[in-house]
């Protein structure tokens, strides 16, 4: 009878365990179920950031955490590609003309302003705080400051080049009906200051000097014995006047030339076929190819003193400088200084590199055929 009663005890137990588990997995179905019905709800809805839950599998296996570096913008988003698109850097600005609109992009790359404005043949200048855009066969330009498109200047002929000095005041080249030539002058504001007719020679490029009360144009004579360049020197208000202390700079593939406010070569240099010159504070960056065909770049005072040189590399694409900064590419390279030759940054690229523009002191931008990428400095 004992034996029996045990028996039948160890058959319940084994009914309860039964029961137990079955309750269990029933119950894990069930929040499965519910689970799964709130992920798929919460999925439709489209209100939930699904790379917060990459981001934090990839924080907790430590995988696919990409460092922090420089951004790039694809530029099949931002341009339309061919010869109708330019850029322009001003300040901490880069000015990108599509064809069709103008949108410009802060530091960061972010696009904080647009205008839809149709440029099919662009020329361009700027500095550090005024950005010109034209249209050479529409005969307009625009001029911006900052985000804000503060002028339109209406040409009357087809716009050869264009300058802006440090101060803001442009100079406009065209070409004219009644003359070989005609050069324009304005304050930073877009105010007309003169114009200047060019009858008996060509001009080749003008640009308002430091004191911002003079211009300088440089012109070709066509005479029956061949060309004969001429640079002229000439005061807004009088004849003549004085420069005090300005000069003007030019070169060409055999050097550099610095002439005097009489248009007399205060001072030149040749140290071998030239690439590019530009201005940078307190002085002058050239590159030229030395007697072995390398690259060597040059920094130097307004009185042509060599203070550095650096010798890299067997192609210089261009040269931009802003403030103290020089930015040197090198094709696939860039390399910037800042004034006594300095390395500052070295930035590798992928893809050839078309342009390089510094957007202020703390950040450059670079641009190739695919992309624009946002490089910090500092």
């Known amino acids: 009878m004992a034996e029996k009663t045990n028996k039948q005890k160890n058959s319940v137990n084994k009914d309860n365990k039964a029961r137990n588990a079955f309750s269990f997995i029933f119950l894990v179905c069930v929040v499965f179920i519910i689970a799964l019905l709130t992920v798929i709800s919460v999925l439709k809805s489209g209100q939930y950031d699904f790379s917060r839950i990459q981001s934090v599998i990839a924080l907790v296996t430590k995988e696919n955490q990409d460092q922090p570096g420089d951004k790039v913008t694809n530029l099949s988003t931002v341009v339309s590609g061919g010869s109708s698109y330019a850029y322009v850097p001003c300040g901490r600005y880069l000015y990108v003309s599509s064809g069709q609109d103008i949108t410009v992009y802060d530091a960061t790359g972010q696009a904080v302003h647009k205008e839809i404005i149709e440029i099919t043949e662009p020329v361009t200048a700027y500095n550090a705080e005024i950005a010109l855009i034209g249209d050479r066969n529409d005969k307009i330009v625009y001029i911006y400051k900052g985000l804000k498109r503060i002028a339109s200047l209406e040409l009357k002929g087809t716009i050869r080049h264009m300058t802006v000095n440090d101060d803001g005041y442009i100079s406009i080249l065209c070409d004219d009906t009644d003359a070989y030539s005609k050069v324009s002058f304005y304050s930073p504001s877009g105010k007309k200051i003169c114009e200047i007719s060019k009858w008996g020679s060509i001009a080749v490029n003008a640009t308002v000097l430091s004191c911002n009360k003079e211009y300088v144009i440089n012109s070709v004579k066509i005479s029956g014995t061949g060309f004969e360049s001429n640079l002229e020197f000439s005061d807004f208000l009088a004849d003549t006047a004085s420069l005090n202390g300005s000069a ?74 802003y403030d103290d900064i020089a930015a040197i590419n090198y094709g696939r390279e860039v390399i910037f200084f800042n004034t006594d030759g300095t390395i500052l940054k070295r930035y590798s690229s992928k893809s050839d590199i078309l342009d390089i523009y510094p957007l202020g002191r703390t950040h450059a931008v670079s641009i190739t055929e695919i992309d624009m990428t946002y490089i910090k400095l500092y």
């Not at 920094?299 to 192609?315: A, R, V």
């Open 248 to 321: 003007v700079l030019a070169g060409n593939e055999e050097g550099i030339y610095s002439f005097d406010r009489n248009a007399s070569l205060a001072w030149k240099a040749e140290p071998g076929k030239m690439i590019g010159v530009s201005s940078i504070k307190n002085g002058l960056v050239y590159a030229y190819y030395n007697n072995e065909g390398t690259c060597t770049v040059a920094f130097s005072d307004y009185q042509g003193n060599i203070l550095h040189e650096y010798t890299y590399g067997t192609n210089i694409g261009n040269i931009r400088t």
